[in-house]
C-alpha cells in the first residue's frame, strides 16, 4: 500500500500532463474511416473485377465477412495480444475483451505527452487486422470453401498476424527492439498477406482450366473503381499512421500520392516494352503496387525516395505477377504476393536506403544505410517464415475440419450459385 501511494502522485502528474488535441483525434478517425473504404468497397470491386462473373459475389462476401470476423477478434483477444505489454514475440492478455480500455484510457503517439483516446487507436488498428486478412483471399480466390476459409483466417490471425504487428510495432517487439522501421505495414500488413496468399494458393490448388483456358476478369471496370478507392483510402492508412495530424502525416501523404504516381508510370512502361500494350489492369495493379511499395517507407523518406520506390516498386511487380508467377507455379488467383508480397518486399528494404537523411530521409546523424537494410531484411525474412509456416498449418487445419475446395462441379458451376445461392447477373 506505501509504494501505490508514493506512485499516485507521479501517475496523476503524468496523467495531468497528458495532451489530448481535437484535431489528432479528428483526423485518426477521418483515417480509420478511409482504411474501412479501402476494404469496402475499395478491395472488394478490386478483386471482384478480376474474377468471372460467376464468382463475383464469393469475393465480395469473402472480403467483408473475414473484415469483419478479424474486427471482432480484434476486440475480444487481439488488441491485447498485439498491444498490451508483453515481451519480444507477443503481448499479454491484460485487455482481453477490452479490459481497462475506456473513455478515460489514453494511447500513445509518437510525440512525448501526446495521446490518443485509447478507443481511436484501437479502432483504428482494428482496421489494418481485417483489411490484411481481406488481401489473403486473393489468392485462392474462385475455388475455395468458404467454412474452410473463416476457419483460416482466424489461425493465421491468432498465431501469424497478432505475434508480426507485436514483434514490429510494440515496445518492447523483437524486431521492434532492433529498430525495424515499418511505418504503416510493410511486413505486418502487406508482405504478411502475400505468403499466406501463396500458400493458399499452393495448398487449395489450381482453378480448373488454369492455363488450358483464358480465365479473365469479367470486369475491368470494377477493377479500376476499387483501385482508386483504394488509392484514395490508402490516405488513411499511410498518413494515418502518424497518429498526429502534423507536417510528418503531410509528409507521408505526400510520398503516397508521389510514389503511387510512379509506380503507375512504371507499369505501364514495363508493360508497353514487354507485351506491346499498356492496359488499364496494369494501371491498376501498378497504383496498388505503389501503395504496397511505400507503405513501410511513407513517414520516414523524402519525396524523391519515395518517387524511387514507387518506380522500383511498379517495375517489379510486372515480373512479380509474370514470371515469378510461373517460376513458383502458383494460381494466385488475383496476385496476391505477385503485387502486395513482392511490393512489400521492395518497400520494407528499400526504406532502409531512402530513410537516410544524405537521401532525404528522416533518419538520425548516424544512421548507416547497410545496417538498417540489415535490420530491413532480417524483419523480411522473419516475416516470410513465420507466415508462411503459421499459414500451412492454418490450411492443413482447414483442410482437415471442412476440406479446402469446394467440388468440380461446385467450381464449374461458380461459388456465387454453388456457396450462396445467389447470382450477381440475373438474365
Known amino acids: 500500500m506505501l509504494a501505490a501511494s508514493a506512485l499516485a502522485p507521479a501517475r496523476a502528474q503524468e496523467a495531468a500532463a497528458a495532451t489530448v488535441d481535437k484535431g489528432d483525434v479528428a483526423w ?11 476494404a469496402m468497397p475499395g478491395l472488394a470491386l478490386f478483386y471482384g473485377g478480376m474474377v468471372r462473373a460467376k464468382n463475383v459475389l464469393s469475393v465480395l462476401t469473402q472480403v467483408m465477412t473475414v473484415f469483419s470476423l478479424l474486427v471482432v477478434l480484434w476486440a475480444i483477444y487481439g488488441y491485447s495480444l498485439a ?18 480500455v475506456g473513455v478515460d484510457s489514453l494511447a500513445d503517439t509518437f510525440s512525448d505527452g501526446v495521446k490518443l483516446p485509447e478507443y481511436v487507436f484501437f479502432a483504428f488498428q482494428a482496421t489494418f487486422a481485417g483489411i490484411t486478412g481481406a488481401i489473403i483471399v486473393g489468392g485462392f480466390a474462385e475455388r475455395a470453401r468458404f467454412a474452410a476459409v473463416l476457419l483460416f483466417s482466424v489461425i493465421w490471425f491468432t498465431l501469424g498476424y497478432l505475434p508480426i504487428a507485436h ?17 504503416a505495414g510493410g511486413t ?14 499452393w ?13 479473365k476478369p469479367h470486369n475491368l471496370t470494377f477493377t479500376y473503381v476499387g483501385a482508386c ?22 509528409l507521408a501523404f505526400v510520398n503516397t500520392m508521389l510514389a503511387t504516381a510512379a509506380a503507375v508510370l512504371a507499369w505501364g512502361v514495363t508493360e508497353r516494352i514487354s507485351k506491346g500494350k499498356a492496359s488499364v489492369l496494369g494501371a491498376a495493379s501498378g497504383a496498388i503496387a505503389g501503395l504496397v511499395g511505400i507503405t513501410p517507407a511513407a513517414g520516414l523518406v523524402g519525396p ?49 536506403v531512402f530513410a537516410a537523411p544524405g537521401l532525404g530521409g528522416t533518419g538520425g546523424a548516424d544512421f548507416s544505410i547497410a545496417g538498417q537494410v540489415l535490420i530491413q531484411a532480417l524483419g523480411v525474412g522473419v516475416t516470410l517464415v513465420w507466415i508462411g509456416a503459421v499459414s500451412v498449418v492454418g490450411f492443413l487445419v482447414a483442410r482437415a475440419v471442412f476440406g479446402l475446395r469446394v467440388s468440380e462441379e461446385a467450381e464449374r458451376a461458380g461459388l456465387d450459385i454453388s456457396t450462396h445461392g445467389e447470382s450477381a447477373y440475373e438474365s
Open 28 to 38: 485518426m478517425l477521418v483515417s480509420t474511416l478511409l482504411v474501412l473504404l479501402m
Open 83 to 100: 498491444f498490451a505489454g508483453g515481451g519480444a514475440w507477443i503481448g499479454s492478455l491484460d485487455k482481453l475483451f477490452l479490459a481497462g
Open 167 to 183: 514483434m514490429v510495432w510494440a515496445p518492447g517487439g523483437f524486431l521492434f527492439e532492433l529498430g525495424a522501421l515499418d511505418f
Open 188 to 201: 505486418v500488413v502487406h508482405i504478411n498477406a502475400g505468403v499466406a496468399g501463396l500458400v493458399g494458393a
Open 203 to 215: 495448398m487449395v490448388g489450381r482453378r480448373i482450366g488454369f492455363r488450358r483456358e483464358a480465365i
Open 229 to 250: 478507392l483504394l488509392w484514395v483510402g490508402w490516405f488513411g492508412f499511410n498518413a494515418g499512421s502518424n497518429l498526429e495530424a502534423t507536417a510528418a502525416a503531410a
Open 304 to 352: 524523391m525516395g519515395a518517387i524511387v520506390i514507387g518506380l522500383v516498386a511498379g517495375a517489379v511487380c510486372v515480373w512479380g505477377v509474370n514470371g515469378l508467377k510461373r517460376m513458383l507455379g502458383a494460381d494466385d488467383s488475383l496476385d496476391v504476393f505477385g503485387v502486395h508480397g513482392l511490393g512489400g518486399i521492395v518497400g520494407a528494404l528499400l526504406t532502409g
